[in-house]
């Protein structure tokens, strides 16, 4: 019988496709410094990004056979270590993608219409100063027509301009490796359009978007500071859904306090999880807790790959 601990939770469908392959599933969740002892009796482990698998883990664990991350970055995991022992790493890096992209436009509609302000203020002066905040918050602007630069035209980056392109934005885009194709945008009703999208380079995006938003790993160095907020057209937005550490945090709290930049969307910090206090409290930053990945349709279709993926493994 073979045993997987799914440590930071699976789907239910996930679960159930594995249990009706004759695996036994247990999703409590053990505490870090528990793992090791814990692992002596399973055969897989899943885990999102709470549990870290280091060297340790995986010394200690001469029964692992499979790790299996729910999502994409497998920053928790010493991958290589894993491989070079004979123990297999899977990941699902296409399941979450378009859940990260509708939460950039979550980010940017917040951004045009002020609404992570308005949402502070209300509550405390909605029935006080109504016509007030009303005027405050008057001049927004629609994202038809406007330009959206990608930096990192992978496959998150890709969903985003479609989304975009679908709202009719102009899209811009950016990859260290240059691309030129179409990207197919499906409509309800079984329609779909093919357009055509080049990438361009990283100059032409920081200086032509109006809202720029930022899909590529994590960088030893920020891809975003002063020097390219410089550069940028007066009020553009800044959204980062994908790693910490891609834009100078300062910097970008200058650039908004300048007015250079209109707003920024946050959904990932450089020092999570406590973030910096300035940006927590900046009104106009629109701020989520790393939650790009997290639907209901995401974690579903992560449960489900994860457990054709481990079924598979098993059954060689
Ligand atoms: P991907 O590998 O499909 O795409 C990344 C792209 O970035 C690649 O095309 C790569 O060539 C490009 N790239 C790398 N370095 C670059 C650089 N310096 N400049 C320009 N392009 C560069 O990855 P993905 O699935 O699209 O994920 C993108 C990011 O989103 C990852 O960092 C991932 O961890 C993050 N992510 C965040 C969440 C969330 O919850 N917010 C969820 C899933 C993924």
């Known amino acids: 019988m073979i045993r997987i601990l799914a440590n930071d939770g699976i789907d239910p469908i996930g679960k159930s496709l594995l249990e009706e392959a004759g695996f036994v599933v247990d999703t409590e969740t053990v505490p870090q410094d528990k793992l090791i002892e814990a692992l002596q009796n399973y055969d897989g482990l899943t885990v999102r990004s709470a549990t870290k698998v280091r060297k340790d883990v995986i010394d200690a664990c001469p029964n692992l056979k499979l790790i299996g991350r729910g999502g994409v970055g497998m920053d928790n995991i010493d991958v290589e270590y894993a491989r070079e022992k004979g123990i297999a790493v899977v990941n699902t890096p296409a399941a979450s993608s378009l859940s990260v992209a509708e939460l950039v436009f979550a980010h940017l509609f917040t951004g045009v219409r002020f609404l992570q302000d308005a949402n502070r203020k209300m509550p405390l002066d909605g029935n006080t100063q109504f016509n007030s905040l009303k005027k405050a918050y008057a001049k927004g602007i629609e994202l038809k027509g406007k330009t959206l630069g990608v930096i990192g035209f992978g496959r998150i980056g890709r969903e985003t301009a479609k989304v975009a392109l679908r709202l009719g ?89 300048s007015g250079k930049v209109s707003f920024a969307g946050l959904d990932v910090y450089d020092n999570e999880p406590t973030p910096l206090a300035a940006l927590l409290q900046h009104p106009k930053i629109s701020l989520t807790p790393h939650i790009g990945a997290a639907t209901n349709e995401a974690q579903e279709r992560i449960g489900v790959e994860l457990a054709s993926l481990i079924i598979e493994h098993f059954n060689k």
């Not at 359009?193 to 920081?206: H, N, Q, R, W």
Request: charged share 20%.
């Open 169 to 257: 934005m102009n899209v811009l885009a950016y990859d260290l490796f240059p691309h030129t194709g179409s990207l197919t945008l499906d409509f309800a009703g079984g329609v779909s359009v093919d357009i055509p999208v080049a990438t361009v380079s990283l100059e032409e995006v920081i200086r032509n978007s109006d809202f720029i938003t930022l899909h590529t790993p994590f960088a030893e160095r920020p891809i975003l500071a002063a020097a390219e907020f410089d550069q940028m057209k007066p009020g553009v937005g800044i959204v980062n859904c994908s790693r910490g550490g891609i834009i100078n945090e300062q910097d970008l709290i200058d650039a908004l306090d």
